[in-house]
């Protein structure tokens, strides 16, 4: 599925095959995140996996991410045929993965013969790619993963996306998976502030306006449980995939070799492991302005 109705096109041999995974009702960020997606001409978007995001706010969490895949759709008048289910629970140790239509659909986009390179994005838990991987291990080199999640490098820490399967998050480090990782300082960099929104999101039509609303509502929620936020800003911190798949910010990475999370989510550094792509950084209001300028051409067609 290919969105490109815009006056430029993408040159021949630049399009890129996408699958997005996706705790889409985790938070209110994922949503901007798939939009972008969508809307990006680059981008062969073959995929859209709902992920589950725990069981702690809430027993049905994948289905929580499907129903609201499916709603922004259907918002945005797009075919749902590329939605699929993820796992509904994390794995229960490094060798035993969970089946799900949204593993069998990486196994399966991996494996064609296609001259498009498949990039797969997960901006929750790596359930879904570990799963897919001890299923079919010849997928290794035949995609490229970028994860939003990870605690602060060197050391790590607590960190949510991780928290919902450290066992999946160390099958994919000790694979031979290419990884690029954005850890939570930086996709922390996503700064957008409420009225920005308010002025370059919620006018366009019912997409921009349920993306609007849904974030107020739950950074009200957040905002009530924690008192020290400003109340005036977000961080939309899925976006960064979007903006490493159109410019992959080629001095803004180190090569690192890849660790093993503990239990508690701190990274064990194994020097002899193969090297992982760890950002630093990422241009946010690159990312920030691309996506206003699509949402807006969308909703004026």
């Known amino acids: 599925m290919i969105y490109d109705k815009y006056s430029f096109k993408i040159p021949e041999g630049m399009g890129i095959r996408v699958i997005t995974d996706t705790d889409a009702k985790n938070e209110a960020d994922d949503q901007y995140c798939i939009v972008h997606t969508l809307l990006s001409p680059r981008f062969d978007n073959v995929g859209m996996i709902a992920a589950h995001f725990g069981d702690k706010r809430s027993k049905t969490s994948m289905e929580d991410s499907y129903q609201e895949v499916v709603k922004i759709f259907d918002l945005m008048k797009f075919e749902k045929s590329i939605i699929r289910k993820g796992a509904t629970k994390c794995l229960p140790d490094m060798q035993t993965p969970v089946q799900s239509e949204g593993a069998k659909l990486i196994i399966e986009e991996a494996m064609k013969d296609d001259e498009k390179p498949l990039f797969v994005t997960f901006l929750g838990p790596l359930t879904d790619l570990a799963s897919a991987y001890l299923i079919e291990p010849r997928i ?68 921009g306006k349920y993306l609007y609303e849904q ?37 803004d990475f180190d090569w690192i070799p890849a660790p093993n999370a503990t239990e508690d989510m ?36």
């Open 215 to 251: 974030l107020i509502e739950a950074a009200h929620k957040a905002w009530a449980k924690k008192p020290p936020r400003t109340g005036e800003v977000w961080s939309l911190g899925d976006s960064p995939v979007v903006g490493l798949m159109l410019w992959d910010h080629m001095h």
């Open 140 to 207: 290794a080199d035949r995609l490229t993963c970028i994860w939003i999640g990870g605690g602060v490098y060197p050391t790590g820490g607590p960190e949510y996306n991780l928290s919902n399967d450290i066992n999946a998050a160390n099958v994919v480090f000790n694979s031979t998976i290419p990884l690029w990782q954005v850890p939570r300082d930086v996709y922390h960099q996503m700064i957008v502030s409420i009225t920005e929104l308010e002025e370059k999101v919620a006018p366009y039509g019912e997409i």
């Open 266 to 301: 701190y990274y064990v550094h194994k020097l002899n492991n193969r090297p992982i792509r760890v950002y630093k950084r990422i241009n946010s209001r690159f990312i920030l302005e691309d996506f206003f300028s699509k949402i807006k051409k969308f909703a004026m067609q």
